[in-house]
């Protein structure tokens, strides 16, 4: 699992800083007409990070699969009456979280975005201010940065890996915000939460992996 967020993340992974919306018009006139070439470059595009996606909703691979490939049925049947009100991204997970979902419900499992961790343990709150950034940071952290971490091997497979251990509520909301780069109006919208329950989630995600980094940078200073 850590190998596939890895691969689609390795130059996109940012956990503070949001990718713009790019310029998608002539992809999308491209799709709408057929073009093969437009596909497959979207398909290339979005579909490991769909497929770790659909597992926040699925355990079962084989259904987390069944649920990507009938995403892009939806945008091969779909795309014509598609009014780029959105981005074609942010259309494209919110379908799948739609089919997931519906697939969850009838394997008997649901995630509740309702329950957004207030009592779980993580860094201490007076360690950071109101705005999320730190008050009281480790040795290093001044020195790490979006960049760092993507240039630093072992910081990136340790922010993945922890990324990975969160609960499926809060890894949803931290792969559609700081991995996919998408809005917060965007994340609430595909997951259907309120924008509360959606900050609180970011902020507890965001907590452990940084805390999961915190640890790592202590046992690099303390080993030195």
């Known amino acids: 699992m850590v190998g596939t967020a890895q691969a689609t993340t390795g130059s996109r992974m940012a956990l503070d800083v949001f990718g713009g919306r790019r310029n998608e018009s002539a992809l999308i006139v491209a799709l709408k007409r057929g073009d093969e070439a437009a596909f497959r470059e979207v398909f290339r595009t979005h579909q490991s990070s769909l497929l770790a996606f659909s597992r926040t909703f699925l355990r079962d691979a084989s259904a987390a699969e069944e649920a990507v490939q009938e995403t892009w049925l ?7 009456r598609f009014e780029g009100r959105s981005a074609l991204k ?18 008997g499992r649901t995630i509740s975005f309702t329950d ?12 950071f201010s109101g705005d999320g ?11 790490i940065n979006p960049e760092r971490i993507l240039g ?3 910081l990136l497979e340790h922010a993945l890996a922890e990324l990975e251990r969160l ?3 809060q890894r949803a909301v931290v792969s559609l915000r ?8 965007e994340t609430c919208a595909i997951l259907e939460l309120s924008e509360g329950n959606q900050r609180i989630l970011l902020h507890r995600g965001r907590t452990r992996i940084r805390a999961a980094i915190d640890r790592l940078l202590t046992e690099g200073l303390n080993a030195n």
């Open 152 to 154: 630093d091997r072992q």
């Open 167 to 169: 609960p499926p509520s």
């Open 74 to 80: 939806a945008l091969i049947s779909g795309i014509d």
């Open 133 to 143: 950034s730190w008050l009281s940071p480790p040795g290093t952290w001044s020195e």
């Open 90 to 107: 942010s259309w494209l997970f919110s379908v799948l979280a739609n089919i997931a979902r519906t697939k969850a419900r009838r394997n």
């Open 116 to 127: 957004a961790g207030y009592h779980e343990p993580g860094v201490d709150a007076d360690r």
């Open 178 to 185: 700081d991995v996919e780069g998408l809005s917060s109006e």
